[in-house]
């Protein structure tokens, strides 16, 4: 066996590319942070590690391609996932033509929609969360501040700060990203279920400090 | 940015947004001449608008005497007069920007209107040297991660409800802990919590690279009702949990941004515990920590002034009849010419 190689030191985990058992996997371990006490450290880790496979095999339940699992070693907090051959959605939105990106994100709407439908919020939908396989299917992947509920609140607060992701990393066509995510989320889970989560967004960002719209009432 | 006679010009600059009200001297070099500070202080209960305003008012006079006695400028030395426009309390907003207006039609100079979050980042940048950093921006009304792309300051992420400042502020109170001059109450807490050393487990919550407070400070308010542990403890598990949540979102800035340094600023940049973790995390990224001074980490004029250099200098001027306050300017609504 080679030995790993960092692909990316995250914020809470390091991924390294590996081999194991003739497999090209991916091992994400969430190393301790030694900046809070290890009593906080060591729950949020274990929590995250032992919550995040869990989403990720429910996820593919619902229909959003996730990465195989092959084993979750808690002691280290370590899981061992297959590896996706393919490309950042985050890079690929900016080289790629406006009816492909709408296309991407059409489809990333849709996957979305899967996973709220099936009771699941992913807790971080930002575009590096997402990969384009080879195969032209697209994988969610990083489900540690995932959730199973159903709760508008909490799908409205996940579609919220993929907005508010789209605005900060690709602000030159945020806003037509996420109104082709909203609709392929209301090709999967109708008009109505969209209807309401689109409310609720707004409702979230008007409770945010500082908002435009509050501003005629201030 | 720099000009032929760089040192014969002098820029002011009035902060009141909130319980300060302060005025800040500094030439084009960015050289800070004064920066005086007068802070509202209610005997009980959060500001209220109104008196703080009223406070601002009363202490105008004196806090321009002190800033032109400390500088040795004279007002008819000022090239023009900067003012936070926002975001802040309305009555507090409305008195800055009414004295920035009457001074500056006086004294027949511009008006600049400064955005008064980008200020924080500013003075951060310029007392510390950073460049281009990730900016964790930490008071008692703002809590947002932000790092410079094409043109602006973006929002990476921010608190959904209450500000961190405000967290550890209303708990201190609902503690019964007094602050003074001085010693806000954000230094009685952390003062406090050297004396904890039990971990209270209280809610964390982070939300991709939001963060929330509100949660956190109820929690913590009821098992302060219900007196089974000591106030340090709480204060000690209440700076942990906070201050966890936004070293987490800052690393995950980091991470996502790839900058090489990280600026902490605003009024709880003060705390050393929070400095520690901050400055942890910078190492684990090879990326420099930076912290602003504290005298320029409260809300205070001088960044205002500084500010008001930068814009200026690149032509942003406020006529007058533009100059209305703006109680919700968001940062990431700021074209920021002078950055690159």
């Known amino acids: 066996m080679k030995p790993p190689l960092l692909i990316k030191k995250g914020a809470e985990a390091s991924l390294y590319f590996a081999e194991w058992h003739g497999r090209k996997v991916v091992m994400k371990r969430r190393l301790p942070k030694n900046y809070r006490p290890s009593m906080l450290d060591e729950q949020i880790r274990t929590y995250r590690t032992n919550h995040e496979p869990q989403l990720m095999h429910e996820a593919k339940k619902a229909g959003v391609p996730t990465p195989t699992i092959f084993l979750v070693e808690m002691g280290d907090a370590t899981i061992i996932m297959g590896f996706i051959e393919g490309k950042q959605v985050k890079k690929l939105l900016g080289e790629v033509s406006k009816s492909e990106r709408e296309r991407l994100c059409v489809e990333i709407g849709e996957l979305v929609g899967r996973l709220h439908g099936y009771g699941i919020v992913h807790g971080d939908l930002t575009t590096s969360n997402m990969i384009l396989g080879v195969d032209g299917k697209i994988f969610f992947v990083d489900f540690g501040l995932g959730e199973k509920t159903k709760e508008l609140e909490a799908r409205g607060v996940d579609l919220q700060l993929m907005k508010r992701a789209l605005k900060s990393t690709h602000f030159l066509f945020a806003e037509e990203c996420f109104d082709a995510v909203i609709s392929g989320y209301a090709k999967v889970l109708g008009v109505i279920t969209a209807k309401s989560v689109s409310d609720k967004i707004r409702e979230i960002e008007r409770r945010g400090r500082y908002v435009a719209e509050r501003r005629r009432e201030s | 940015m720099k000009r032929k006679n760089a040192c014969e010009s002098y820029s002011l600059g009035i902060e009141s947004t909130a319980d300060d009200f302060g005025v800040g001297i500094s030439t084009f070099d960015g050289e800070i001449l004064a920066n005086i500070i007068s802070v509202y202080m209610p005997e009980q209960g959060g500001i209220h608008p109104r008196e703080a305003a009223r406070h601002h008012a009363e202490a105008a006079n004196k806090v321009f005497e002190e800033a032109f006695l400390k500088s040795g400028i004279k007002p008819q030395n000022l090239s023009f007069i900067a003012f936070s426009q926002g975001p802040g309390l309305g009555p507090c907003l409305r008195t800055g920007a009414t004295?920035?207006?009457?001074?500056?039609?006086?004294?027949?100079?511009?008006?600049?209107?400064?955005?008064?979050?980008?200020?924080?980042?500013?003075?951060?940048?310029?007392?510390?040297?950073?460049?281009?950093?990730?900016?964790?921006?930490?008071?008692?009304?703002?809590?947002?991660?932000?790092?410079f792309d094409s043109g602006r300051y973006r929002v990476f992420g921010e608190t959904l409800d209450i500000a961190l400042g405000n967290c550890l502020d209303v708990f201190a109170r609902e503690a019964g802990l007094r602050q003074k001059v001085g010693m806000p109450f954000g230094a009685v807490v952390e003062k406090l919590a050297t004396k904890g050393d039990k971990l209270i487990p209280l809610p964390y919550t982070v939300k991709g690279m939001d963060t929330s407070f509100s949660g956190l400070l109820t929690a913590a308010a009821n098992l302060l009702k219900k007196g089974e542990h000591k106030v340090a403890d709480l204060c000690y598990s209440l700076q942990e949990t906070a201050f966890s949540m936004v070293t987490e979102v800052t690393e995950r800035a980091l991470a996502h941004t790839e900058k090489k340094e990280v600026l902490l600023t605003g009024g709880v940049a003060a705390n050393e515990r929070l400095q520690s973790m901050i400055r942890a995390v910078a190492e684990e990224h090879d990326a420099e920590f930076c912290v602003v001074p504290s005298e320029f980490a409260v809300d205070n004029g001088a960044m205002i002034a500084w500010t008001g250099v930068l814009a200026h200098t690149y032509g942003v001027v406020t006529p007058i009849e533009k100059s209305f306050v703006k109680l919700r300017w968001r940062l990431e609504e700021v074209e920021v010419p002078w950055v690159t």
């Open chain 2, 99 to 147: 004295v920035a207006r009457a001074l500056a039609s006086y004294l027949d100079v511009p008006l600049v209107g400064v955005n008064h979050c980008i200020a924080h980042i500013e003075i951060g940048k310029l007392k510390t040297g950073a460049r281009d950093p990730v900016t964790l921006y930490v008071s008692g009304g703002n809590t947002i991660v932000s790092a």
